[in-house]
């Protein structure tokens, strides 16, 4: 299974992006997607995350700014990042908690987009 991962970007303060990461491979079923961040000397956070019911959870800086969301077909989860700011800027990660053919529940991680924010 893996997560492809596009979108990221340069994008003055105050304007906008979308991310959009698209699950390939073998699973069973997706419980939840995700994405994470991480700017240069700083943990990894959580940024948003979605489950398959349509659940979402925010971090407190984003909220009103990002949106999350899962497309049609149920392989493609979205951020919609709105008013960024300078403090935005890091390595985005799209995260997916899926099933595996073997029943077993796993975390995949996709490879970072890149959001820089000039001032």
């Known amino acids: 299974v893996q997560l492809q991962a596009s979108g990221g970007g340069l994008v003055q303060t105050g304007g906008s992006l979308r991310l959009s990461c698209v699950i390939s491979g073998n699973y069973r079923a997706i419980y939840e997607m995700a994405w994470y961040r991480q700017a240069p000397g700083q943990q990894r956070e959580l940024v948003a995350s979605?489950?398959?019911?349509?659940?979402?959870t925010y971090e407190d800086s984003v909220k009103g700014r990002f949106t999350i969301s899962i497309d049609n077909s149920g392989k493609s989860v979205n951020l919609q990042m709105n008013s960024l700011k300078p403090e935005d800027a890091a390595v985005y990660y799209c995260?997916?908690?899926?099933?595996?053919?073997?029943?077993?529940?796993?975390?995949?991680w996709g490879r970072g987009t890149q959001v820089t924010v000039s001032s």
């Open positions: 979605i489950s398959t019911a349509g659940s979402t």
């Open positions: 995260n997916a908690y899926i099933q595996t053919p073997r029943l077993i529940r796993s975390t995949i």
